[in-house]
């Protein structure tokens, strides 16, 4: 019988989700890209556009979360609109950032 990898519950077979804490049972592969401030809203849209996306976490040079975006399947348009304009703001302020993108496989 499969465990939860995060807190080591009991699974059933063909579990997507864990019962106890919720996490994701499927295989996720996490890259991370540098980009100047410049380019950090059009790098995100382009990481959306690719479709396997499932969580983008920009930080700041220092390490620090400045902001993470859980991408669904079906967000488009005005629902990305509010994340976009925040990270306008933040690329006012930043000088370097560092994106997370987790996906899956």
Request: some cysteine.
């Amino acid at each position: 019988m499969p465990f939860c990898g995060k807190c080591g519950s009991e699974l059933d077979e063909g579990d997507r989700f864990c019962r106890n804490c919720g996490s994701s049972l499927q295989p996720t592969l996490v890259e991370e890209f540098s980009v100047a401030a410049d380019d950090l809203v059009a790098k995100v849209k382009e990481l959306i556009h690719e479709g396997n996306v499932r969580r983008i976490v920009v930080k700041d040079e220092t390490g620090k979360t400045l902001i993470e975006i859980p991408v669904t399947i079906g967000v488009v348009g005005a629902l990305l609109a509010p994340w976009l304009a925040a990270l306008g703001a933040i690329a006012a302020f930043a000088t370097n950032c560092t994106i997370i993108v987790v996906r899956s496989e």
